[in-house]
Nanobody
Framework: QAQLVESGGGSVQAGGSLKLSCAAS????????MGWYRQAPGGKGRELVA????????TSSDSAKDRFIISSDKSKNTRSLQMNNLQTEDTGLYLCASDCYLTPMGGVADAYYWGRGTQVTVSS
């Protein structure tokens, strides 16, 4: 069963740092693309924060590019997001997403999965 479990959220003051982690079940291949989205308070849609694609390329939002670093540990099938110099506008529910799963034949097939999220609150 596909499962993504986030951890590492919390409350920090502006300028602080947090490191989020996303652990994927074996059903989600370590070679799948995985990344992070943010849902702002009030639940108004989800915006991309950073995503690492299957070929290793990374897309980040303009606000994340200079402050957040996405990384992977394929041996543990996890993705992490190091967030530095956090600002109040970074507050929200951070959700992990993946874009494929492992087939019985050992390949991958496209499908989007979401975790339940971890809350990040940044105070001024």
């Amino acid at each position: 069963q596909a499962q993504l479990v986030e951890s590492g959220g919390g409350s920090v003051q502006a300028g602080g740092s947090l490191k989020l982690s996303c652990a994927a079940s074996p059903y989600i291949s370590a070679n799948c693309g995985m990344g992070w989205y943010r849902q702002a308070p009030g639940g108004k849609g989800r915006e991309l924060v950073a995503f690492m694609y299957r070929n290793g390329t990374i897309t980040s939002s303009d606000s994340a590019k200079d402050r957040f670093i996405i990384s992977s540990d394929k041996s543990k099938n996890t993705r992490s997001l190091q967030m530095n110099n956090l600002q109040t506008e970074d507050t929200g529910l951070y959700l992990c997403a993946s874009d494929c799963y492992l087939t019985p034949m050992g390949g991958v097939a496209d499908a989007y999965y979401w975790g339940r999220g971890t809350q990040v609150t940044v105070s001024s």
